[in-house]
């Protein structure tokens, strides 16, 4: 069906950052998939993993214990806030598990009136027709009403406005510390604290969506460990897989004893090979000295993004973000940029306030940093001069 935008442009193989297109030419990836490929192309952990549990079983549903399920749920819950973990396909599955989970403790404990979540303006949280109410942004809602009910929205950063959103049938605040296709925006870290305390005053849930800025995207494992502070419930995906689908959402023992057997499922989510990928994503990601030097990477991308920016100041108003999910708004059109970067050898990809995202994968180094501040030289000095 029609629902994509495509480029004319078709890639025949992967390695680490770069994508091979079927003329043979190399790209340097700075879109990573959406943040998807957070390890690159062909990692080989990720091959033997996935390849490995390929050749043993694929599928076998949740009615049977999964082991590297099992595992793989241990191995976030002892990185995390959280005391337990659901598996399934996608960040939308994950939104879905995470609003009806919010809904389902709050009749678990005796309050069915309080159902309504509220969200952030500029948030994304996935296309099914509650996820795209809970954001609530014309773009998605045009011709999907009526609207779901259930969900509110309030300034992004204005805890004036959050505050005065709260009614007595309010349940949730969800958040992303990061917003991504709402323009690369950045919560502050007193007011990621302040959302926590107003949660906490008015008996509230607190959802993060970090199916973007999470699994170490921001140079922690979780984008909201940089505030010292833990929501109730997370929503995981993205770069959990490294490129196979997974989504995840962990929650605390209190919050999750509303799920009993029977109250939700899926029936891929979890599965085998899905495991197996998100077990190898964590060898890696939780290896000493990873993090630490995706924060190192991250710091040095930042300050020649910010150089970069202040050399063209007619194509670029500034650059955006953290770790490495970073944002470039633009004066010209974020597309005209984003196509002279891909004629150029460079992927990106756009956002809402006239971005361009640069989300690389988590393994670039200094030679790819450089190489990806040449070709945006390039590329605005291009526009400029074009402008001129």
């Given at each position: 069906m029609n629902t994509y935008g495509q480029r004319d442009l078709a890639f025949e193989r992967g390695e680490g950052p770069y994508l091979f297109a079927t003329d043979g030419r190399r790209y340097l990836d700075f879109a990573s998939g959406i943040a998807v490929t957070a390890l690159g192309h062909s990692h080989p952990?990720?091959?033997?993993?996935?390849?490995?549990q390929a050749g043993k079983l694929w599928h076998?549903?949740?009615?049977?214990?999964?082991?590297a399920g099992e595992r793989l749920a241990e191995r976030l819950v002892e990185n995390s806030f959280a005391d337990k973990a659901f598996f399934c396909n996608s960040g939308l599955e994950a939104f879905e598990a995470a609003a009806k989970l919010t809904r389902k403790y709050f009749s678990h404990i005796g309050q069915p009136g309080r159902w309504r979540i509220l969200a952030l303006?500029?948030?994304?949280?996935?296309r099914s027709l509650s996820a795209i109410a809970a954001s609530?942004?014309?773009?998605?809602?045009?011709?999907?009403?009526?609207?779901?009910?259930?969900?509110?929205?309030?300034?992004?950063?204005?805890?004036?406005?959050?505050r005065a959103a709260i009614t007595d049938d309010l349940a949730a605040i969800i958040v992303e510390p990061v917003q991504g296709e709402g323009g690369i925006r950045t919560a502050q870290l007193d007011f990621l604290r302040a959302v926590r305390e107003v949660c906490d005053e008015f008996g509230l849930l607190l959802i993060f969506d970090e199916i973007q800025c999470g699994m170490g995207r921001?140079?922690?494992?979780?984008?909201?460990?940089?505030?010292?502070?833990?929501p109730d419930i997370m929503m995981l995906a993205k770069g959990l897989g490294g490129g196979f689908p997974i989504g995840a959402v962990l929650?605390?023992?209190?919050?999750?004893?509303?799920?009993?057997?029977?109250?939700?499922?899926?029936?891929?989510?979890g599965n085998p090979l899905a495991m197996a990928c998100g077990n190898a994503v964590l060898d890696v990601i939780l290896e000493e000295g990873f993090l630490p030097d995706v924060d190192r990477i991250a710091r040095l991308l930042w300050e020649e993004l910010q150089a970069l920016a202040a050399r063209h100041p007619s194509v670029l108003a500034e650059a955006r973000g953290a770790g490495l999910m970073l944002g470039l708004r633009c004066h010209a059109p974020n597309g005209e940029l984003m196509k002279l970067l891909r004629d150029n050898g460079l992927l990106t990809v756009t956002a809402a306030e006239n971005v361009v995202r640069l989300l690389p994968p988590l393994i670039i180094g200094e030679a790819q940093v450089a190489e990806a501040i040449d070709i945006l030289d390039r590329s605005c000095a291009g526009l400029a001069q074009a402008a001129e």
């Open positions: 952990h990720l091959v033997a993993a996935l390849t490995e076998c549903s949740n009615l049977f214990r999964i082991p303006q500029g948030s994304f949280h996935g609530g942004n014309p773009k998605y809602l045009e011709g999907f009403g009526p609207v779901n009910p259930g969900f509110a929205q309030a300034a992004f950063g204005n805890l004036n406005e959050l921001t140079g922690k494992l979780y984008a909201h460990e940089w505030a010292g502070i833990a929650a605390t023992d209190k919050v999750a004893a509303a799920f009993t057997p029977g109250v939700h499922g899926t029936t891929f989510g």
